[in-house]
Structures are given as C-alpha cells and as structure tokens.
C-alpha cells in the first residue's frame, strides 16, 4: 500500500500527517485514525496500511504537531515496560494542554481535508482510535453526525468521567455505530454499565466488548501489551464495523 506524507492545514497551524490508501486509482471510503499516547511511529504505518489493504484511504495526523513534527520526543524501537514511564512522562505536557476545544477545532480541519482528498469516495466516513485516541475519535463523531457513519477506539482511556464534557454524555449527538474492544483493565464494571446505559439510551447501535487476556495497549506490536490474538479479534470487529457502515460510500 502506498503511503504520502502530508500537511493539512488548521486553524493553529499546518498538521503533519500521512495517509495509505489502496493504488488502483479509484476512490474508497475515509477513515480518520488517532493514534494513542505514543503518537505516529512505524507500528501505526503498518497498521494504517494494513486497513488501507482491504480498501480504505486511511489519515493518520500528528496530534502533537503544535509543538513539532512527529515523532515530537525520540521514542525506542520497543516501548517496554522500563521505558514506558519516562515517555508517558515527556508526552504528557502535550497532552494536557490538547484541550477539547483543540480537539474540536483540530477534527473540523482533518474531516474536511479528509473528504476532499481525491482518492476518497464521496459519503460517510470514519473515525477510529486506539488508547486516548478513543475519545479524540468519539469526540469527533458526535460533532460531526453528519458525517462520521462508524467510530471504534480500542483499549480506549477517559469515556466515562465525571466532567461536563465527558465523552459518554456526547452520546446523544451520535448516528454513528459504535464498536469499543476493551482491555480487561480500561474500564470499572460501573463505567462499561454507565457507557452502555448512555447508549442504549441514545438507541446507538453498538458493542462494547472486553477483550479477554488483555491488558491496556493490547493492539501494539512495540509494546509489552501486545495480544496477537486480540490484535486479530480487533481487526475482525473493525472491518466489520466498516464494512456495515461505509461500504456503499
């Protein structure tokens, strides 16, 4: 699969980002991907190209690119358990001021870029994130029912918190079908019960599902949490979701 690097402009600045996309020179549905804490780094390339194989234009943004482009810290091959902390702890500056009104602002600018692309196909798209990328993705589709038709985040962190903006009080706005794979460690029991209640109350169609044997990251192959197993079940549930929901796009 091919891959481009791109800039995308917003309103703070101009975004980094790349894209894969199928080379046959026709038009396939969009999906916008948010990357977890560790941002772009070659295991999100191959998973990027993996989905744009079986048929997508798949966009992956440097969600920290106001403070440089990706990656913005030097990050190891391999994110271990004796590493991890001292990332998380460079990153986290820069998530913290990644407010919800940055959030917001940002989703405008990679969904109208997004649709614009020549090599996407007029119709829905989706938004899809992994980690805290699970609630950039959420936050997106309920501001953009119109045209996020699928949302799904994997080992997803914060959608039931007791803020006002909260990602499962955003439910309400969303038409889009929701597939959340959890780890056995993301959410309390209380939290899964008050998201579903969200949804089924909204009458959104979705699943949420705990991923058995796995711990929080579960889908990355650069780290310790890593399930192959799980990895696969998240691709069997992700190229479902699509496949109901865009494939006419």
């Known amino acids: ?39 772009v780094r070659p295991v999100l390339r191959e998973m990027a190209r993996e989905l744009a194989g079986n048929g997508y234009y798949v966009l992956v943004p440097n969600l920290y690119y106001r ?10 091959e391999h994110l271990g358990a004796e590493i ?31 649709t614009t692309q020549p090599e996407v196909s007029a119709g829905p798209v989706a938004a899809i994130g992994y980690c805290m990328g699970a609630v950039l993705a959420m936050r997106t589709a309920a501001a953009h029912p119109d045209q996020v038709a699928a949302v799904a985040g994997f080992h997803p962190g914060n959608l039931v918190t007791d803020a006002p903006d909260s990602p499962h009080r955003l439910v309400p706005e969303l038409t889009a079908q929701v597939h959340l794979g959890l780890a056995e460690n993301d ?14 109350a909204a009458g959104a169609g979705h699943t949420c599902e705990i991923y058995p044997g796995t711990v929080h990251g579960f889908t990355m192959s650069d780290t310790d949490a890593f399930n192959p197993s799980a990895l696969q079940r998240h691709w069997d549930r992700l190229l479902s979701l699509l496949d109901r929901t865009l494939a006419n796009s």
Do not use: C
């Open 84 to 114: 991890r902390p001292t990332v998380v702890a460079q990153l986290i500056p820069f998530v913290k001021v990644h407010t919800t009104e940055r959030v917001l602002r940002d989703a405008d600018a990679y969904l109208r870029f997004l």
């Open 187 to 200: 959410m309390t029991s209380e939290g899964i019960s008050e998201l579903n209640q969200a949804l089924d």
């Open 1 to 39: 699969m091919p891959t481009k690097a791109l800039q995308i402009p917003t309103a703070d600045g101009q975004a980094d980002a790349f894209a894969a996309f199928p080379d046959d020179d026709e038009r396939h549905p969009g999906v916008l991907l948010y990357t977890d804490i560790f941002g």
């Open 67 to 76: 403070h440089g482009p990706a990656p913005v810290i030097e990050l190891p």
